[in-house]
């Protein structure tokens, strides 16, 4: 399976501002997914990011607060906008091939 | 009523003995099935999918999958300590996109 690294593993935010996640794979991949993982919760799909398109967005996800970048078939990010502590979660990236692959995800702690 | 329902535990097992984990979904027309291993503080892992009614055996894990039920199952023979994680259940919906379920707990005392 492809091998996927995500940037920062874990920062500590204060509230009002934005963190953009990176995530890598290191061969090309046509779908890559982005979730959050809140606090002893399971995992909750953001969107689904579109290469050379906009971002589709889950219901309850809006692009001004989780804008997506997919430049190309490798690279992802994801920024989380004017956050709160309500933000503070886990955020994973995956790719598909044939199955789903998660990345080791970021641990985000909004203060 | 949640599109895919497990009981949270935590499931307790002797090492050695089958642990048993169940899964169901609410939407009859959900082709594929997977299941994911996710120990503390790190992301899930895959470590089984299945696509048809039966059986799929892969080492000590084995899927069970009966559609008519809309019901999936994993079972761990021999379990060890190290199985104790969290194993989630998840279902492929349109455009690929997976729902999980809540996570059961497992641990496996020596």
């Known amino acids: 399976s492809a091998v996927i690294s995500q940037k920062p593993s874990r920062d500590i935010c204060q509230r009002g501002t934005s963190l953009t996640i990176q995530c890598q794979v290191d061969s090309q991949v046509t779908m890559m997914f982005w979730y959050r993982q809140q606090p002893g919760q399971s995992l909750t799909l953001i969107a689904t990011a579109n290469q050379g398109s906009e971002a589709t967005y889950e219901s309850g996800f809006v692009i001004d607060k989780f804008p997506i970048s997919r430049p190309n078939l490798t690279f992802s990010t994801l920024t989380v906008s004017n956050m709160s502590p309500e933000d503070s979660s886990i955020y994973l990236c995956?790719?598909?091939?044939?199955?789903?692959?998660f990345g080791p995800g970021t641990r985000l702690t909004v203060l | 009523q949640k599109e895919v329902e497990q009981n949270s535990g935590p499931l307790s097992v002797p090492e050695g003995a089958i642990a048993s984990l169940n899964c169901t979904y609410s939407?009859?027309?959900?082709?594929?099935f997977f299941w994911y291993r996710q120990y503390s503080g790190k992301s899930p892992e895959l470590i089984m999918f299945i696509y048809s009614n039966g059986d799929k055996e892969d080492g000590r894990f084995t899927a069970q999958l009966n559609k008519a039920s809309q019901y999936v199952s994993l079972l761990i023979r021999d379990s060890q300590p190290s199985d104790s994680a969290t194993y989630l259940c998840?279902?492929?919906?349109?455009?690929?996109?997976?729902?999980f379920g809540a996570g059961t707990i497992l641990r496996v005392k020596s």
């Open positions: 939407d009859r027309g959900s082709q594929s």
């Open positions: 998840a279902v492929r919906q349109y455009g690929n996109k997976l729902v």
């Open positions: 995956s790719v598909e091939e044939n199955e789903q692959f």
